[in-house]
C-alpha cells in the first residue's frame, strides 16, 4: 500500500511536468501482483485526480488558449472512448503481447524528448504566440488529439509526450501553454475512459490501488505542477526510463 501510494505522487508529480507518470506507477501496480489489464484500469482511474490538480496549477498558462481546448476536447473524448473499447474488447493476451512495445515506444519518446524541445526552441522565440491557425492544420491537430486519445484510452503512458511533440510541430506556443493544453486533454482522456471501465467492467478494477494512487497523485500534481519546474528534468527522465525498462522485463518474465 505504501509502494502503491508513493507511486501515485510520483506519476501525479511527473505528469504534470513531464508526462510519462504511467511509466512510474504501471511496473508498480504489475509489481504488487496485479495482472496487466486490472492494472491499467485501475492505473487510469486513479491518476485522474492527478491530472485535475496539474491542470488546475497550470490554468494561467491555459489563459488565451479555450476555443483551442474547445475545439480539441471532442477529439480527446471519441480517442479515450476507441482506446477504453480496444482495451476491453480485445483478449488480454493480445493486450500482454502489445504493452511491451508501448512501453519501449513510451520510453523512447522520454529520452527523446529533449531533442524534440531544442528542436522546437530553435523554431520561435520562448514568449511567441501565434494567433491563426488555417483549416489544414485545425484538421492535423484534431486528428492527432483523437490518434493520442485512443492511445491514451488503451494504454496511458507517454500519451503527454506525443501531445506535445505533435502540437508543438503544429503551433508556435511556448512549451509551457502546450504543456497546459496537454494536462486538460489527458485529463479529459482518462476521465473518459475511464468512467468507461467503472460503467462495464467494474470487476476488473483495483478500488484499493486506484484509491491510494488517486490520494498520491492528487497531492502530487499540484506541487509539482507549482514547484516541479525547478527539479532536475534529467533525473526525472532517467528514473522513468529505467522503470519501464523494469515494467517490460516484468511482462516478458510473466
Do not use: C
Amino acid at each position: 500500500m505504501v509502494a502503491v501510494l508513493a507511486a501515485g505522487l510520483a506519476a501525479g508529480g511527473i505528469n504534470a511536468v513531464v508526462g510519462s507518470g504511467t511509466l512510474v506507477s504501471f511496473p508498480v501496480l504489475l509489481a504488487v501482483g496485479i495482472p496487466p489489464v486490472p492494472a491499467t484500469i485501475s492505473n487510469s482511474l486513479g491518476l485522474i485526480a492527478g491530472n485535475a490538480s496539474g491542470a488546475f496549477g497550470y490554468r494561467r498558462e491555459l489563459r488565451g488558449q479555450g476555443r483551442r481546448l474547445l475545439g480539441l476536447l471532442p477529439a480527446s473524448i471519441l480517442g479515450g472512448l476507441t482506446g477504453a473499447f480496444l482495451l476491453l474488447h480485445l483478449p488480454a493476451s493480445t493486450f500482454e503481447a502489445v504493452v511491451p512495445v508501448l512501453i519501449g515506444l513510451a520510453v523512447t519518446l522520454v529520452a527523446v524528448q529533449p531533442l524534440v524541445q531544442r528542436a522546437l526552441a530553435h523554431r520561435r522565440s520562448p514568449d511567441e504566440v501565434e494567433q491563426h491557425v488555417g483549416p489544414g492544420r485545425k484538421a492535423a491537430l484534431f486528428g492527432g488529439a483523437y490518434l493520442t486519445g485512443t492511445y491514451g484510452g488503451y494504454f496511458a503512458a507517454s500519451q503527454g509526450v506525443l501531445q506535445i511533440g505533435i502540437f508543438g510541430l503544429l503551433l508556435r506556443e511556448s512549451l509551457q501553454r502546450l504543456n497546459a493544453l496537454k494536462n486538460v486533454l489527458t485529463l479529459t482522456v482518462n476521465t473518459v475512459a475511464a468512467g468507461a471501465y467503472v460503467v462495464v467492467a467494474t470487476d476488473r478494477v483495483d478500488w484499493t490501488a486506484a484509491g491510494l494512487l488517486a490520494a498520491g497523485s492528487l497531492v502530487g500534481g499540484y506541487v509539482s505542477s507549482r514547484y516541479g519546474r525547478r527539479l532536475p528534468e534529467p533525473v526525472l527522465r532517467t528514473a522513468i526510463v529505467v522503470l519501464g525498462l523494469i515494467a517490460i522485463g516484468v511482462l516478458l518474465n510473466r
